[in-house]
C-alpha cells in the first residue's frame, strides 16, 4: 500500500507522522472520506471545497487543493481496487503538547482501503448522547471524532450500523457518519444544517436530485416516518429496516427505492456532479 504523507508517496510501513502531531495531541484536524470506483474519485471537487471550509472554520491554512488532487491521483494509481475509500487527514502539523499551533506548517495524508458496496438495507439506534448546535466545531468534519467512536460502538452492541444524534433542543441531526432522510407523506425530509448536521456531499446531491425539503424534525419522528433512509458517501442510499425496536415494513420503500434508483443513475453518469 502506497500513502501520500506531505508531498510524496511513501510505502505504508514507512510513512510516518511524528507523536507530536496536533492532529493526534488534540485533535487538531480535519478530514475528507472520498468513494472511489475504478481508481477514479466521485465528487472530488465538493469534497475539496468543504476540506477548505473545514480548514478555515478550525483556523487551519488553506489546504493547497493542486497539491491534495495530484496526492489523490497518485495514491489512486499506485493502489488500484475497484471500490475504495479515499481519506484525506489535514492537521495542524508539528505543535506543543497543549491547545497552541505549532509554526512548522500542516500535514497532509492521503490514504486508500479497499471496500464493498454496502447492503441495501441496514438498522440504526438511536443515542442518548446530543449534538450541540452551536458549537465551535458544529458544521466542520474534523478528527475530533471520539463521540462518534463511542454513538457507533454503542449500535453495533445492539446489531446496527448507525447510531442517530438528536440535538441540544429534541430535534433530529444526523449519524456518526450519515444525514438522515425521513419519508412523510410521500414527501421526504431531511434536518437542516441549522440542526447542527454535517452538509453531506451525498446529502445534497440526494436533496437536489429528489427534491427533498429541509425540515425541523422532532427526534421521535423515527418511530412515525413512513420511510428512513441514510446517506453518506460510501452508505449512498441507504434503506432503515429496523430503529431502536421498531422494524420497518417492506424496506425499501417505494419512495426510498426510487431515491437510491435516482443516486445509482445520476452518479454514474458524472463522475463529478
Known sequence: MKIWLDGALRDSDSARVSVFDHGLTVGDGIFETVKAVDGRPFALTRHLDRLTLSARGLGLPDPDLDEVRRACAAVLEANPVPLGRLRLTYTGGHGPLGSDR?????TLVVALGETT?????????TVPWTRNERGALTGLKTTSYAE???ALARAHEHG????????????????????VFVVLDGEIHTPPLHSGCLAGITRHLVAEWTGAKETDLPLDVLHEADEIFLTSTLRDVQAVHRVDDRELSAVPG?????AMRIFDERSAADIDP
Open 254 to 258: 417505494p419512495v426510498t427505492a426510487k
Open 160 to 179: 446496527a450500523t448507525e447510531a442517530l444524534f438528536g440535538n441540544t433542543v429534541g430535534q433530529l441531526c444526523e449519524g456518526t457518519g450519515s444525514n
Open 148 to 150: 462518534n467512536v463511542v
Open 117 to 125: 458496496r454496502r447492503p441495501d438495507t441496514t438498522a440504526v439506534v
Open 102 to 106: 505549532g509554526d512548522k506548517g500542516p
